[in-house]
């Protein structure tokens, strides 16, 4: 074999093994991101986000504090992400219980049935009620975080006006959508209150009896 075919197969093998480590470094930092990002969720969650220092989201996540810093370039930012987690966690059990339901009425009842199951998903570790709202509490007016909030209930809203919308004529489907969207958020903030879904079976229930007596 020639100089330049062993030079060659040198030059691949080391653009190999440079690929190969690049392609480790990338997943270690997404699992210690990943890590970061779900003990921050648990901890701020339990104990909310002022509260919670550094130390203690690096502990839990078993990282260097330096990792955090590697991964998000302020407490804030981790915060923000946060805000985005719940969210996200939210969409992914309405979409599954959207995906089994059989008609518009089932659908925006499953609006309610998603909120009972990430209410249960907290429970393990003690439930006090919106994520999202008790994050938005502690935020000043006007930042980042509590617009993330607002857009993120308003998006609740518009799902519940849509499944709405298809289920009645009812030239009220906005103002309808509101009343639901308030029944949905005052049951969480009393089921907070409570430590239990209770109130959010209740809302569950009254939602349906008006589902009901808007299709007779």
Known sequence: ????????Y???????????????LAGRRASAREQLLEAASKLF??????????????????????????????????MLAYIVRRHDEWKRLYEARATAAN?????????????????????????????????????PVGSEGRSLVRQQKEEVEAILTQHISDFTGDAR???????????LEGGMERAGLEGNTAWLYRSRNIALSMLRALGD
């Open 103 to 139: 008609s518009s009425q089932d659908r925006v009842v499953a609006v309610f049935d998603a909120y009972i199951d990430h209410a249960e998903l907290a429970d393990a570790n003690g439930f006090r009620g919106c994520g999202l709202l008790n994050a938005a509490a502690e935020l």
């Open 173 to 183: 489907v906005g103002e309808l959508a509101q009343h639901f969207s308030l029944l």
């Open 10 to 24: 040198e030059v691949d093998g080391l653009h190999a093994e440079r690929t190969d480590k690049m392609s480790a």
């Open 45 to 78: 969650y339990s104990n909310g986000m002022t509260a919670t220092g550094i130390d203690a989201i690096t502990g839990e996540a078993g990282v260097a504090k330096k990792s955090l810093y590697n991964n998000f370039a302020s407490k804030h930012e981790l």
């Open 1 to 8: 074999m020639s100089p330049q075919h062993d030079f060659c």
